[in-house]
C-alpha cells in the first residue's frame, strides 16, 4: 500500500489492507474521500478481491462539481 508492504490475511478484501495500512486511511476512504488504485492504475473497489503480490495506492478523490 503506497510503497509501503502490508501482512494481511488470506481472504483479505481492498478494504482490509487499507485498514492494514492507516485505520484514518481506512475511515476515509468509507468517507469517500479516498479511492483506491492498483500498479497499473486500474481503481479498485473497496470490497474487491485481493492477489499475492499485489500493489495498491491511495489517492485524494478529485471534489465533482454538481
Excluded: C, P
Excluded at 485498514?19 to 476515509?28: D, E, G, I, Q, T
Excluded at 476512504?29 to 500493489?55: C, M
Amino acid at each position: 500500500m503506497n510503497n509501503r508492504e502490508v501482512v494481511i490475511f488470506s481472504g483479505a478484501i481492498v478494504a482490509d489492507a487499507v485498514r492494514a495500512y492507516s485505520r484514518r486511511s481506512a475511515k476515509l476512504l468509507e468517507k469517500g474521500k479516498f479511492r483506491v488504485f492498483d500498479q497499473y492504475g486500474n481503481q479498485t473497489e473497496a470490497d474487491g478481491e485481493l492477489t499475492e503480490g499485489q500493489k495498491l495506492f491511495l489517492k485524494k478523490r478529485e471534489h465533482e462539481e454538481a
